[in-house]
């Protein structure tokens, strides 16, 4: 049985600094592609940044340049370092693994940007 977990989240000032962790149980981490979503009150949820087991990055506009997705295929974990937070990237964010189109979700972390 495959388990996604986050964690990380919480309250950060405007312009400062968070990174998410997300641990996946399991065989199947090597070789999933990895992303991060996230879903602000009243909107749909997005993919914010991906990576393939290749290495291959991607970034919503919105995201690129501020937030850096990674992971450690020794330990089945990925991260999402998360710079110069504005407050709207408040929002919950999820974890996604997608194991040959399988679909693994994690339950959610909150992240809250004051202004």
């Known amino acids: 049985q495959v388990r996604v977990v986050e964690s990380g989240g919480g309250l950060v000032q405007a312009e400062g600094s968070l990174t998410l962790s997300c641990a996946v149980s399991?065989?199947?981490?090597?070789?999933?592609?990895m992303g991060w979503y996230r879903q602000a009150p009243g909107k749909q949820r997005e993919l914010i940044a991906r990576?393939?087991?290749?290495?291959?990055?991607n970034y919503a506009d919105s995201v690129r340049g501020r937030f850096t997705i990674s992971r450690d295929n020794a330990k089945n974990t990925v991260s999402l370092q998360m710079n110069s937070l504005k407050p709207e990237d408040t929002a919950i964010y999820y974890c996604?693994?997608?194991?040959?189109?399988?679909?693994?979700w994690g339950q959610g972390t909150q992240v809250t940007v004051s202004s």
């Open positions: 996604n693994a997608d194991y040959y189109s399988r679909i693994y």
């Open positions: 399991g065989s199947i981490f090597s070789l999933s592609v």
């Open positions: 990576l393939t087991p290749d290495g291959t990055t």
